[in-house]
């Protein structure tokens, strides 16, 4: 729901998007003037999947193209929440959401600071009820940040 969120922004924006999954890709795209690259949370990991997408980036194809991350997540605990649960979220959660960010950094690839963090409701969803509109503002202030004339729309979405 958040790759179709953030497609369907970029297309109201004019740019031509497309879905890839990593189950149907046997390597990453290597083309494309942006790439958006997401996974859900599980265990405080992003997915194996999203971790070996990662490893096979055409780091030459994406070097100096924007790299911009996402990830689903239960939202943080609340209020009621005791402290150790507050600092597991923030060591697991919030660390894990930062994890593909970093690996495209360590790689030498230009991956925006902001990362898309998406709330679920339950361990596998649904998305929260401000999910949708989340991804698309998120998108939408990535593209705001497009202020070169010269960059082609294309992108490949994870």
Same mark, same amino acid.
């Given at each position: 729901?958040?790759?179709?969120?953030?497609?369907?922004?970029?297309?109201?924006?004019? !740019?031509?998007?497309?879905? %890839?999954?990593?189950? $149907?890709?046997?390597?990453?795209?290597?083309?494309?003037?942006?790439?958006?690259?997401?996974?859900?949370?599980?265990?405080? @990991?992003?997915?194996?999947?999203?971790?070996?997408?990662?490893?096979?980036?055409?780091?030459?194809?994406?070097?100096?193209?924007?790299?911009?991350?996402?990830?689903?997540?239960?939202?943080?605990?609340?209020?009621?929440? $005791?402290? @150790?649960?507050?600092?597991?979220?923030? @060591?697991?959660?919030?660390?894990?959401?930062?994890?593909?960010?970093?690996?495209?950094?360590?790689?030498?690839?230009?991956?925006?600071?902001?990362?898309?963090?998406? !709330?679920?409701?339950?361990? @596998?969803?649904?998305?929260?009820? $401000?999910?949708?509109?989340?991804?698309?503002? %998120?998108? !939408? $202030? %990535?593209?705001?940040?497009?202020?070169?004339?010269?960059?082609?729309?294309?992108?490949?979405?994870?």
């Amino acid at each position: 729901m958040v790759a179709e969120a953030i497609v369907g922004q970029l297309r109201a924006e004019g !740019h031509d998007a497309e879905i %890839f999954s990593f189950r $149907d890709l046997e390597s990453p795209p290597s083309q494309g003037d942006f790439l958006f690259v997401g996974s859900p949370i599980r265990m405080g @990991k992003v997915t194996k999947k999203a971790r070996k997408f990662m490893e096979r980036m055409d780091v030459e194809a994406w070097k100096g193209k924007p790299i911009v991350t996402f990830v689903t997540m239960l939202p943080p605990p609340g209020p009621e929440a $005791d402290a @150790k649960k507050r600092e597991s979220y923030e @060591k697991w959660d919030i660390k894990a959401a930062q994890q593909i960010r970093e690996a495209a950094r360590a790689m030498g690839l230009n991956a925006l600071e902001s990362v898309l963090m998406a !709330h679920v409701k339950g361990l @596998k969803g649904p998305l929260a009820d $401000d999910g949708l509109e989340k991804s698309r503002q %998120f998108t !939408h $202030d %990535f593209i705001a940040t497009l202020n070169s004339p010269s960059v082609n729309p294309g992108v490949g979405v994870v």
